[in-house]
């Protein structure tokens, strides 16, 4: 049982580039999220999905797509880098979806600079 | 905006201390939160909770309070300790698929 794994924990990209951030978890989790963190902030919300086939806007979203083709895993993809989403990602999940907080799982982050 | 936000960023206080940490949010139909210690370079880890139907709820060490009438909720850590310095967060939870975070307060442990 792996949890919540992120990859790459670090990333550099040129203004213009795209990548995609990977998320997976492997406790058959229904609800899956992508939140971007910057400096001296909170997490804020970029998508979040609550099964597979299912994804929905967050609160920042722009600049970013998701898809969620398997329970297991919810990329989130960057079309085209800017110097603004330079940020640290979190991925999380859950069972049965925010309302119980213990179950809430969350990876360790990818640092993202975009120069 | 956001909906939910701290009063203070940073906050010092001395080992064996007690530590007090608020927060207040607009969404008055929310009616659950969670309190997030993070530390540097990890992501959030879950603290404690509470849901609208209660005022108060412990734990070991820390008790979450909750005022619906002023909107504001606060993390008390007793007798902290170095491993407590750490930046804390409170979460609204808006529907089951939302977590809206507050700026997050750092709190310091001296010595």
């Known amino acids: 049982n792996a949890g919540v794994t992120q990859t790459p924990k670090f990333q550099v990209l040129k203004t213009g580039q795209s990548m995609t951030l990977q998320c997976a978890q492997d406790?058959?989790?229904?609800?899956m999220s992508w939140y971007r963190q910057d400096p001296g902030m909170g997490l804020r919300l970029i998508h979040y999905s609550v099964g597979a086939g299912i994804t929905d806007q967050g609160e920042v979203p722009n600049g970013y797509n998701v898809s969620r083709s398997t329970t297991e895993d919810f990329p989130l993809r960057l079309l085209s880098a800017a110097p603004s989403q330079t940020s640290v990602y979190f991925c999380?999940?859950?069972?049965?979806?925010?309302?119980?907080?213990?179950?809430?799982?969350f990876g360790e982050g990818s640092w993202l600079t975009v120069v | 905006g956001e909906s939910v936000g701290l009063h203070l960023p940073t906050l010092s206080v001395q080992e064996g201390d007690n530590s007090i940490i608020n927060c207040a949010y607009s969404n008055s139909a929310s009616d659950y939160f969670i309190w997030y210690k993070q530390e540097s370079g990890k992501g959030p880890q879950f603290i404690i909770d509470?849901?609208?139907?209660?005022d108060k709820r412990q734990g070991q060490r820390v008790t979450v309070l909750l005022n619906k009438t002023v909107k504001h909720l606060s993390l008390q850590i007793a007798a902290t300790q170095p491993g407590d310095s750490a930046v804390y967060f409170c979460a609204e939870c808006q529907g089951a698929q939302k977590l809206v975070f507050g700026q997050g307060t750092r709190l310091t442990i001296n010595p």
């Open positions: 999380a999940s859950s069972y049965s979806g925010y309302r119980s907080g213990n179950t809430i799982y």
């Open positions: 509470i849901r609208s139907n209660m």
């Open positions: 406790m058959n989790h229904e609800y």
